[in-house]
């Protein structure tokens, strides 16, 4: 089971930009290296990510083979209501993996 | 030096290497073939859809020297009031030299507030990398860093 980290804000104000870092833990094998047996790794990589905020996409990346291992994103958001981030990673070999975080806005 | 003067013959040949040695550092870091930089830029075309992409507006941040090209840290910022009428709808980064141009695609809207992506790339040898923004009118922006890389992202299993 993968393991992904989330570091983004607990609570914001109403209209802040705030920047989420998500961290996934996945080897990102690129289907270009040769293993020990010298014979080509096939691919195994993460291809999307999608952020979602109550629902609404607010972000999306598509991931190619050139993405190092535990693929890193950085982005940002308007805190716009107290709500629920939810992180979906989709890989090859039916990879998924999600997460969420509680996002508390006043003001 | 008496070896050098009884031994001119040898003497010209050991020049001439420490010439020829000189002439390989020399060598520029982006000798290039047209064929990798053409497979850049149709990359790039294709992802424009045939449109004219411009200079400006996109800062690609990666640092120039590369120590290791297994995790290389890139941001794009774009300059955009991130407003429902003018934002960036999308951004992608494109290698010249890895064994696939593409990098990541990001899909972006005005719910993000502020254009600014970041990522872990791998980078296989020294080459140039192009982040292009498209925005929310139609138009196409980008910007290009060349870079150097000390150790490369491991390719052929050395």
């Known amino acids: 089971m993968a393991r992904a980290l989330i570091t983004a804000p607990a609570s914001a104000k109403r209209g802040e930009v705030i920047e989420i870092r998500a961290l996934l833990q996945h080897p990102m094998e690129t289907g270009f290296r040769p293993g020990d047996d010298g014979k080509i790794q096939a691919r195994d990589i993460v291809t999307s990510f999608t952020c979602t905020y109550d629902g609404a996409p607010v972000f999306a990346a598509e991931l190619f083979a050139a993405v190092a291992a535990n693929p890193y994103l950085s982005f940002h958001t308007v805190a716009t209501a107290t709500g629920t981030l939810k992180f979906d990673w989709i890989g090859d070999n039916g990879f998924t993996h999600s997460e969420t975080h509680a996002l508390t806005v006043t003001g | ?158």
Not at chain 2, 9 to 35: I, K, M, N
Not at chain 2, 56 to 80: I, Y
């Open chain 2, 1 to 158: 030096m008496r070896m050098t003067a009884s031994f001119p013959a040898l003497d010209t040949r050991r020049r001439t290497l420490l010439a020829a040695g000189t002439l390989l550092l020399v060598r520029p870091a982006f000798a290039q073939t047209p064929a990798e930089t053409s497979d850049l830029a149709a990359a790039v075309a294709a992802y424009a859809g045939g449109k004219p992409v411009n200079t400006g507006k996109v800062v690609l941040d990666v640092a120039t020297l590369v120590e290791n090209g297994n995790t290389v840290p890139v941001t794009v910022n774009v300059a955009s009031p991130m407003s429902a009428a003018d934002h960036v709808v999308a951004i992608a980064i494109f290698n010249e030299r890895n064994p696939q141009r593409e990098i990541a695609k990001f899909a972006l809207g005005p719910r993000a507030g502020k254009a600014s992506v970041s990522t872990r790339m791998r980078l296989a040898t020294s080459q140039k990398l192009v982040a292009v923004a498209q925005m929310s009118d139609g138009t196409y922006w980008s910007h290009s860093v060349n870079v150097v890389v000390a150790l490369a992202a491991c390719l052929e299993g050395e």
